[in-house]
């Protein structure tokens, strides 16, 4: 079965500096896919960066970033030059490949707050 | 592009009554999810709909919640004898017809039981 981990419940930085959030999961899967959604304080969720398991690039939007690797089933989210307006909750997600069922497993978030 | 829309925001019921929950995705959009979000249990994947059709209701609790699709524009969550327990915030996205696809998520249905 699969399952995503977030273990930070809470993050605090200060405006302008680098944050890393870490996220493991487990499947059986040799195909997947992996997201970082966002919570902002509104309720509305986000979609921030995705991975797709077979690439081995760590991909990159903005100033956001991915951590992955592989071998250890870690995804990390990095997020560069932090802006107040980052503060929200932090979510990873995973689904199954193309041939699976396209439920996507969330973890149970982080929540960062940006201090100025 | 609206975005997802979910009818009502808010709704409160009694316990044992009826409650509807209403999704209308963004257009064009081939796969509709349902989750439901709790501070105790998170994020959770109830159902999801493609092409109209119902291809995973493992998240559904096996009585008194029933979901459809009957068009590409909208589709409903229904919970029968609503209980307190059933109170959480009801998500509903929307996706392209792909399993990589991102999802686009409405602002939810806040449900109180009393």
Same mark, same amino acid.
């Given at each position: ?10 993050i ?39 991975? /797709? %398991?077979?690439?081995?690039?760590? $991909?990159?939007?903005?100033?956001? *970033?991915?951590?992955? =690797?592989?071998?250890?089933? #870690? ?10 307006? /980052? %503060?929200?909750?932090?979510?990873? $997600?995973?689904?199954?490949?193309? *041939?699976?069922?396209? =439920?996507?497993?969330?973890? #149970?978030?982080?929540?960062?707050t940006?201090?100025? | 592009?609206?975005?997802?829309i ?36 998170g ?6 709909f ?31 004898s ?19 696809e ?13």
């Open positions: 079965a699969q399952k995503v981990t977030q273990t930070q419940t809470s605090s930085v200060m405006e302008k500096t680098t944050v890393t959030m870490d996220c493991v999961y487990e499947t059986q899967d040799s195909s997947y896919f992996l997201f970082w959604y966002k919570q902002t304080a509104s309720g509305e969720i986000v979609f921030l960066i995705r991975q /797709d %398991s077979y690439k081995k690039e760590n $991909a990159t939007v903005g100033h956001y *970033s991915l951590n992955f =690797q592989k071998p250890k089933s #870690s995804i990390g989210l990095i997020i560069t030059a932090t802006q107040i307006e /980052d %503060s929200a909750v932090y979510f990873c $997600a995973m689904r199954e490949g193309p *041939s699976g069922s396209w =439920q996507l497993i969330f973890g #149970s978030g982080t929540q960062l940006v201090m100025p | 592009n609206a975005g997802v979910q009818t009502p925001r808010h709704k409160v019921t009694g316990k044992g009554q009826e409650a509807t929950l209403w999704c209308e995705p963004i257009s064009g959009h081939s796969a509709v999810f349902w989750y439901r979000q709790t501070i105790v249990q994020l959770e994947f109830l159902t999801y493609r092409n109209q059709a119902p291809i995973d209701d493992s998240g559904m609790p096996k009585e008194r919640f029933s979901a459809q699709m009957p068009n590409q524009s909208h589709s409903t969550l229904k919970i029968q609503t209980q307190p327990q059933d109170s959480a915030v009801y998500l509903c996205a929307s996706s392209l017809g792909d399993s990589n991102r999802l686009f998520f409405g602002h939810g249905t806040k449900l109180s039981v009393l």
